[in-house]
């Protein structure tokens, strides 16, 4: 994976060049202390996986450069590093990847690597091993390590943008991947996208009935006591899947 860092405090860059090797042995990072040096950074030729940014910078704000560097290279992900939770919400108007908070924590930085990773799959995520379809397995990044759940096990997924947890009959498994990553997998598998934080096994289902403002609610096996949402627009396809 290729990567560029830039902050205007040498001491911040490299710690999280540290981190973000203890994950990535094999990545290739780069540095820039301004935001010029950014946007001569990414204006070269060499195509960036992910740019982590500082908020605050010193000739400009992070949030304005990261535009300005998603119009040089729009497949590339952003990062936002902040000492201010309160930026969170600005990250993910702009759809960033994630943003981590000074002082950094490796395990958020680790997790922040694995949400670009599903992001970018499958041409930089890690390779599924081969035969994953064939064996109803699943492989799913736990904080550093690769975990492979049998697909038939699992009930329901749900997301709170930050992460997922997978509801398995062997118990929940919380993984930085985005949901959009397990809808690619499961769908083909028999599961429904029933709302915006909701990837359901169809095996599970037991009932569906009306809820509020022209939803839909469902239940799942062994998960009696959960309303699982279907939203406004997902309710002609689920009841088309039912109702053939």
């Not at 999280?16 to 203890?22: D, M, S, T, V, Y």
């Not at 697909?151 to 993984?175: F, Q």
């Amino acid at each position: 994976m290729r990567i560029a860092i830039i902050d205007d405090e040498r001491p911040s860059r490299s710690e999280l060049k540290h981190l973000i090797l203890q994950t990535l042995p094999d990545a290739e990072i780069d540095e820039a202390d301004s935001g010029a040096g950014a946007v001569e950074l990414v204006s070269g030729k060499k195509r960036y996986d992910a740019l982590f940014v500082d908020v605050h910078l010193g000739d400009m704000e992070g949030t304005t450069l990261s535009l300005m560097l998603k119009k040089l290279q729009p497949h590339a992900q952003i990062v936002f590093a902040t000492a201010y939770d309160a930026y969170a919400v600005k990250a993910f108007e702009i759809d960033a990847a994630d943003y981590i908070v000074k002082p950094f924590d490796p395990k958020r930085v680790a997790q922040a690597l694995a949400k670009i990773q599903g992001r970018l799959a499958p041409s930089c995520a890690p390779e599924p091993p081969k035969g994953e379809a064939a064996l109803g397995k699943l492989s799913i990044l736990c904080e550093k390590r690769m975990v492979l759940v049998d697909i038939p096990s699992i009930a329901y997924i749900e997301t709170d943008t930050r992460s997922c947890v997978l509801h398995t009959k062997d118990g929940d498994y919380t993984s930085a991947q985005p949901l959009g990553y397990f809808e690619k997998k499961l769908v083909p598998a028999g599961f429904f996208r029933s709302h915006k934080s909701y990837l359901i096994n169809l095996e599970y289902v037991t009932e569906i009935y009306p809820w509020f403002n022209g939803m839909l609610c469902v239940k799942l096996r062994g998960y009696e006591n959960e309303n699982l949402p279907v939203s406004r627009k997902n309710v002609k396809s689920l009841k088309e899947i039912f109702e053939g």
